[in-house]
């Protein structure tokens, strides 16, 4: 192996930078911390981040194409990537970090596969409580806000699905804001 392999960027690192930043941005809506009462905690962005990389994985392993399970990889490598930088940024030793990565990945896993085997199913109750367990980490009958919460995973998910792949394989992808409930205002987000 030549010295110019170390420094190859892997096939969609790129792409797969720039979609975890956009689900990362859109986890950041204020609406899930403001109205929705989202944990503004290390924990609470976690989950929601972890949620909307999550969705995205899910539309890109869903492609006929098999591009799209690459960039899936590539989202999941940037977003470990990005939380081995934060721990060490945050001061957490070199030794302790692979610990909390890997914590980190199987909390990540558990939930994914929660969300996905609700969205499979079409189960809005199992979505809402899975969140409900995992966002508000309370067991029990779903919030309204667990609820909410789920039905905008829920069109978001339907909104990924639409993208065609073509952008998605540039890094472009479009989350929908959060939109409020009927009891909320309409400046709520």
Known sequence: MGLSALFRRK???????????????????PYFFDRLGAPDSL????????????????????????????LAQAVFDAMFADMDVNL????????????????????????????????????AEAFAAALQRNVWRSEGEASPAA???????????????????APLLRGEVRFPDPVPGPEEPADAA
């Open 11 to 29: 096939p969609h690192e790129r792409a797969g930078f720039l979609l975890y930043g956009a689900a990362v941005a859109a986890a950041r809506h």
């Open 43 to 70: 924990d609470g962005r976690f989950d929601l981040v972890g949620l909307h990389v999550a969705l995205l994985i899910h539309r890109l392993r869903r492609d006929a194409d098999a591009r799209g399970a690459a």
């Open 88 to 123: 060490r940024e945050m001061g957490v030793g070199d030794l302790a970090v692979g610990k909390r990565v890997r914590r980190m990945w199987e909390a990540f896993h558990g939930r994914a596969q929660a969300y996905e085997a609700a969205l499979e199913a079409a189960d």
């Open 147 to 165: 609820r909410r919460l789920a039905g905008h995973a829920r069109a978001t998910a339907a909104a990924l699905a639409a993208q065609p792949l």
